[in-house]
């Protein structure tokens, strides 16, 4: 790729994360979730809580957040809430693995970042291991609802 190229790209990407910590999608609580959890990251002050509406099969039906944190946190839980609506737990189970493979792996291939699609704007996150946390975050916070189906804690610290 050519200097200005990926310059270019990287501009796209943080306007991209800029644009869902300004106007978050989902962000908004849900009162008839059956699934929930609470994450917070007590280093840096991310703390968000998560809502999920799932079907009889598992399906995920309505996903919202609340909460505050810094824009890459936010961002992530924006994008995700738009990529899991519709999903399966396993799905969205399986979206979460290799979204925490792309933070904190130690090489990403293209299958990798195919399998994230949107989600590899965060690729960069990686070098600045502080953030991994802003950014994993929110999809811990979303394993522990899958898993708990109730409301629950996580942290990150």
Known sequence: ???????????????????????PRNFKKIEDANASSHGKN?????DYYLYLKKDTSGVIREAGFTGQGCAISKSSASIMMTLIEGKSAVEAEKLKDAFIKL?????????????????????????????????????????????????QEVSTE
Not at 42 to 46: A, I, M, T
Request: aromatic content about 6%; hydrophobic content about 40%; glycine content about 8%.
């Open 1 to 23: 790729m050519i200097p200005g190229g990926e310059v270019k790209l990287n501009d796209l990407y943080q306007e991209v994360i800029l644009d869902h910590n300004k106007r």
């Open 42 to 46: 007590p280093l840096c002050g991310d």
């Open 103 to 151: 933070l904190t792996g130690d090489s990403v291939d293209e299958a990798l970042r195919a399998e994230v699609g949107k989600l590899k704007i965060f690729e960069g996150v990686r070098q600045f291991p502080v953030r991994v946390k802003c950014a994993a975050l929110i999809w811990r916070t979303l394993e522990d609802a899958l898993k708990n189906n109730s409301t």
